[in-house]
């Protein structure tokens, strides 16, 4: 058995999806010179094998109010405060992503919040957890 799941086919419909998962199956056919119900049958076939786990949007923040984005890096003050920490991170509607990293710090997150004074607020709700270091946003290049 071949050590990957796919095929040059199922990449090529995977990367399709990835640049725009409006796509309908008719049209990733169209490029991929199957029949969209075909192309239907190998998206389940992804999803079945965890390859697709959903879809999702691109979206402006700033569009909504949200014009600060920082990346925090959570220094945590004891062993105990992991499962506390990532409670609240994961609950906190202003952090967009949260992982365990290695090397300097315990945890690296996306924040984002309408102003200022809301992530000023933020970094002192993680104050309770441990210390951290900020970096705003100046700028999305790729």
């Keep these: 058995m071949s050590p990957y799941l796919i095929d040059d086919t199922d990449y090529r419909i995977l990367q ?9 199956h008719k049209d990733i056919g169209a490029e991929v010179h199957l029949t969209g119900q075909a192309v239907g049958a190998r998206i389940r076939r992804m999803r079945e094998l965890e390859i697709i786990e959903g879809y ?9 109010g949200q014009n600060m984005h920082a990346f925090i890096t959570v220094f945590l003050s004891t062993n105990a405060a992991h499962l506390p920490f990532q409670n609240f991170a994961k609950n906190h509607s202003s952090v967009a992503e949260l992982y365990r990293i290695s090397g300097e710090g315990c945890y690296w997150m996306r924040v984002r919040t309408v102003n200022q004074e809301a992530l000023a607020a933020f970094l002192d709700e993680l104050l309770g ?11 999305q290049i790729k």
Excluded: Q
């Excluded at 999806?17 to 409006?22: K, M, V």
């Excluded at 957890?129 to 700028?139: F, H, I, P, Q, S």
């Design 16 to 24: 399709l999806l990835i640049e725009d998962s409006t796509l309908s």
């Design 56 to 64: 999702t949007i691109r979206w402006n923040p700033l569009r909504i």
């Design 129 to 139: 957890y441990g210390n951290y270091r900020v970096n705003l946003d100046m700028g």
